[in-house]
């Protein structure tokens, strides 16, 4: 057995190399980019009005003009206008250019307009030359990266490529991969049930979310009979990048596929972790294919999945993984010399997430799921955990 922290520092040396594909942006929320974006030109490539207002002539202001003849309107996205008379003004809008000839732009809040006459005066006695205006290339300069490789695509992240004149972009894909569920006391959603059997229920659980993480994911079945484990398994492990094996909870199941996988040339990696609550976990390679075998009990199954697996596909298709922290909303007495997991419901408030304990009779037990959204990780303790500490959150589930 290994500690988390060797755990990670394992799976980090054999992260899976993603491959990238070019798509249009259209098609592209929530990938993975896998190339820098640049600018390709200056933001704002002229200079700008930043308030609705009149643009006029500084110097005019500060000789004591504070009447000022419109000549016209600027609106935004329309072509440049010029000042004719240094003792007149354009009304402006913000994000339209700045009219030539002018210099400096009075707000709206300070100018009363008499449209009739059209002559806006302005009611302050102090302005500052070149007020209200932004400098071209202000905000981003020609070949300045917008964004890196690793970023998760949002629609914000999209429209910011559409600005550069991009409509096809690199993108990582995932992993091919597959969950292979092994135990004739597994059966599927529709199937006849006997009353010591379970559904496959964290198979789907498990495809569905690699499926968000942009893999071509796949899902399997086998019965408790060796032959047919000698005869598909090698074909799994040669098909697949990501095999993700759940068995049953017994010892002895788990030895006889770690058995199997060891005929075919899989090297195993470790062989259980150190943390609480237990379950076997099993990290394996054979050539690039990476085999995980995780415990079958529903609860701990997506611990060490969103504890190990999640964050290692997230770093191999170029993401950037996240550990918030949580603060504990009770104290709780927990006494145990290794690392630990405590089973938490979450909200926020005030910017915060608050960690509320969820105990669950049991690790099999998948009716107490609901109000279930993520693992506080506790260092080794013997005192009482206080209400009001931060700990890091292994979070599985987002409102």
């Given amino acids: 057995m290994v500690s988390p922290e060797v755990a990670i520092s394992i799976l980090d040396n054999y992260n899976f190399q993603a491959k990238k594909e070019r798509i249009g942006i259209g098609n592209a929320l929530n990938r993975i980019l896998a190339e820098e974006i640049k600018s390709n030109a200056d933001f704002p490539s002229y200079e700008q009005v930043s308030s609705d207002g009149i643009a006029l002539v500084y110097n005019s202001f500060k000789k004591g003009w504070r009447d000022f003849k419109i000549e016209g309107v600027q609106p935004a996205r329309m072509p440049r206008l010029t ?5 007149n003004c354009i009304e402006v809008a913000t994000g339209a ?107 789907y659980g498990l495809l569905a979310t690699l499926k968000s993480l942009n893999c071509d ?71 690039n294919t990476s085999i995980f075998i995780l415990p079958s009990q529903p609860i701990v199954t997506l611990l060490y999945f969103y504890k190990y697996v999640f964050p290692w596909l997230s770093k191999s298709t170029g993401g950037i993984p996240q550990t918030p922290q949580a603060i504990l909303t009770k104290s709780i007495g927990i006494q145990t010399k290794l690392v630990s997991y405590l089973r938490v419901s979450l909200r926020e408030e005030g910017g915060k997430l608050l960690a509320t ?25 013997d005192k009482e955990l206080i209400a009001g500490s931060t700990f890091p959150l292994i979070r599985i589930k987002y409102n």
Avoid at 181 to 201: C, E, K, W
Avoid at 364 to 379: R, S, V
């Fill in 357 to 381: 304990p969820t105990p669950v009779p049991n690790s099999n037990d998948f009716a107490h799921l609901k109000p279930f959204e993520g693992f506080l990780e506790i260092p080794p303790t």
């Fill in 97 to 203: 250019m700045v009219p030539i000839g002018c210099d400096s732009v009075v707000p709206a809040s300070d100018v009363s307009i008499s449209y009739a006459n059209r002559i806006a005066r302005v009611n302050v006695e102090n302005i500052r030359a070149g007020q209200h205006i932004n400098s071209k290339a202000s905000s981003v300069k020609k070949g300045d990266t917008l964004l890196n490789a690793g970023v998760k695509l949002s629609a914000l992240e999209i429209s910011l490529i559409a600005t550069s004149e991009r409509s096809e972009i690199d993108v990582f894909v995932g992993p091919k991969a597959c969950i292979l569920s092994i135990g004739s006391d597994f059966v599927d959603i529709n199937a006849f049930a006997h009353p010591h059997q379970i559904r496959l229920a964290e198979s």
């Fill in 217 to 287: 994911c796949s899902q399997f079945h086998f019965p408790d009979d060796p032959n047919i484990l000698d005869s598909k398994l090698s074909d799994v492990i040669h098909n697949h990048d990501l095999v993700i094996i759940i068995v049953g909870i017994s010892k002895g199941k788990s030895d006889t596929i770690l058995e199997a996988l060891t005929q075919l040339g899989v090297k195993t990696l470790f062989d259980g972790i150190e943390q609480l609550p237990q379950g076997r976990m099993v990290y394996g390679i054979k050539k």
């Fill in 83 to 87: 000042l004719k008379d240094s003792r």
